[in-house]
């Protein structure tokens, strides 16, 4: 039987695909070329706001629509939007044979052998990811599920429960393994890195979570991805600015500028907190590119508070800024407050925070202009000028969510390069030419039997700097 996963929604949900497509590998699936050509077709669903259900949805109706044709194929729907839609969706989806939440996501394969749509057999979790798509080179790891914090509009906690640090040594096991399947960056990931440890009291925090991985891996980039203002620390600062692997790149989202509407949110920080932790993490480390995210049109937000998020966001500089539309989800706090703000007045706000800030990124961008810097090579494509060029990425520009960096000369796809910042071109991206390669691209292993997971050699990584010269 051939299988394919559709994943939606956010890279936690992507590192979760890639632990059910070991599974259902390990039960003697073969992975599909694409949906069209599965006999299983998984869709990891995506619950956190109206546009990613609606996307979820269309996903499940092109995967049934084969049913309608006649066709053998066994639909799953799995995840958060089956967490806390269940019993909608069953009703409305009948073409869908099997629905499991993230509370129980370990049945997938027990229940497709109970279907007949997998054959019985042993039930192993080899607790391994098998590669699903995407960027080969950077791949996500994801330290802890679910989230302690109570923000007012976030329905986080009620799919993915309460915040559970996974055990340090899985954590480091399993960053070894995708080293070996040739990641070259690390984007770590939870609902607040900062969180990581406190709930199994043995001393173990984010700093010393980062010093295993460095010391089990030769891996050259590791990422940090939201981290709330209250998480850094000093022992967290000193460490991103003595250890070049660490990228200096953070993301840490505020969600607003004005006390009283953090306050509606019940988001921990306030102004003052956000521009003390970001002017210290500029200091230890003055590199640092910090992005952020902001919500605009939340319940009650006045002109004079969003006039307050806009002087924020001008004063502080992010270098990077996303910005949504508030959308009330069902059971959160936010959602019995009135939606006052009107839909044209939103849009009106979500227009004004991104063309301010995109003048505000050329500019932080600009200041690389002119330096020699390290650029993780991911593919050949067709740039800007119609040429077919290396695309990679710096150190500043996150996996998927920011920029790239398109390069003159030969460079090959999983190879570090030292390159010359040239340009910065279309508000977000750069051009560069290509000077060394400091960073061989990793190299296929032995072979393994069928249905394992690929092995690579990484050479031995040479002593590069994260900031450039």
């Known amino acids: 039987m051939r299988v394919a996963l559709v994943t939606l929604g956010c890279e936690k949900n992507t590192v979760d695909s890639e632990r059910y497509l070991a599974e259902l590998v390990a039960a003697g699936a073969e992975v599909a070329a694409s949906p069209d050509e599965a006999d299983i077709v998984v869709v990891n669903t995506c619950g956190f706001v109206d546009a990613a259900k609606q996307e979820s949805l269309d996903a499940i109706v092109r995967a049934g629509a084969a049913k309608a044709e006649g066709r053998d194929r066994t639909v799953v729907a799995i995840g958060c ?3 806390r839609h269940r019993d909608e969706m069953a009703e409305a989806l009948p073409e869908v044979d099997l629905m499991l939440g993230t509370s129980d996501a370990d049945r997938l394969v ?11 057999g042993p039930v192993r979790h080899p607790g ?4 699903g798509g995407g960027n080969a080179f950077s791949r996500y790891l994801k330290v802890s599920e679910g989230c302690d914090h109570g923000c007012a509009f976030c329905a986080i906690p009620l799919m993915r429960g309460r915040h559970r640090s996974f055990a340090l040594a899985d954590v480091v096991r399993e960053a070894q393994l995708l080293e070996l399947q040739g990641a070259r960056e690390l984007n770590l990931v939870a609902q607040d890195l900062a969180h990581y440890g406190r709930d199994r009291r043995d001393g173990t925090g984010l700093p010393e979570l980062l010093r295993a991985l460095l010391d089990g891996t030769t891996i050259p980039w590791f990422r940090t991805l939201y981290l709330y203002a209250q998480g850094v620390t000093p022992a967290f600062l000193e460490l991103v600015a003595r250890e ?8 840490i989202p505020i969600q607003h500028g004005h006390d009283a509407m953090l306050a509606r949110m019940r988001r921990p920080e306030r102004a003052r907190t956000i521009r003390e932790r970001v002017a210290a993490f500029r200091a230890a ?8 995210t902001v919500i605009v049109g939340f319940p009650g937000e006045t002109d004079e508070e969003f006039d307050a998020l806009l002087a924020l966001l001008a004063e502080v500089q992010f270098d990077r800024v996303a910005c949504h539309m508030y959308s009330a989800q069902d059971g959160t706090r936010a959602a019995a407050m009135p939606d006052d703000v009107p839909d044209v007045l939103k849009r009106e706000r979500h227009e004004r925070v991104m063309e301010q800030q995109r003048h505000v990124t050329a500019e932080r961008l600009g200041r690389f202009v002119g330096r020699v810097v390290p650029v993780l090579v991911e593919v050949h494509e067709t740039g800007p000028d119609g040429a077919k060029r290396p695309r990679g990425r710096v150190p500043w520009q996150a996996d998927d969510i920011d920029g790239v960096t398109w390069l003159a000369g030969d460079a090959r796809p999983g190879a570090i390069v030292e390159a010359r910042l ?3 071109v279309d508000d977000y991206d750069f051009t560069a030419t290509v000077v060394r390669e400091v960073l061989a691209p990793p190299v296929a292993g032995p072979a393994r039997p069928r249905g394992a997971l690929p092995v690579l050699a990484t050479p031995a990584l040479p002593s590069i700097s994260a900031f450039g010269t």
């Open 81 to 83: 939007m089956v967490q």
């Open 285 to 292: 480390v003055p590199d640092v590119a910090i992005r952020t």
């Open 128 to 131: 391994e990811r098998l590669f």
């Open 422 to 424: 040239d340009d910065v």
């Open 244 to 251: 070049p692997r660490i990228v200096p790149y953070v993301d």
């Open 110 to 120: 027990p229940e497709l052998m109970r279907l007949g749509a997998i054959p019985e």
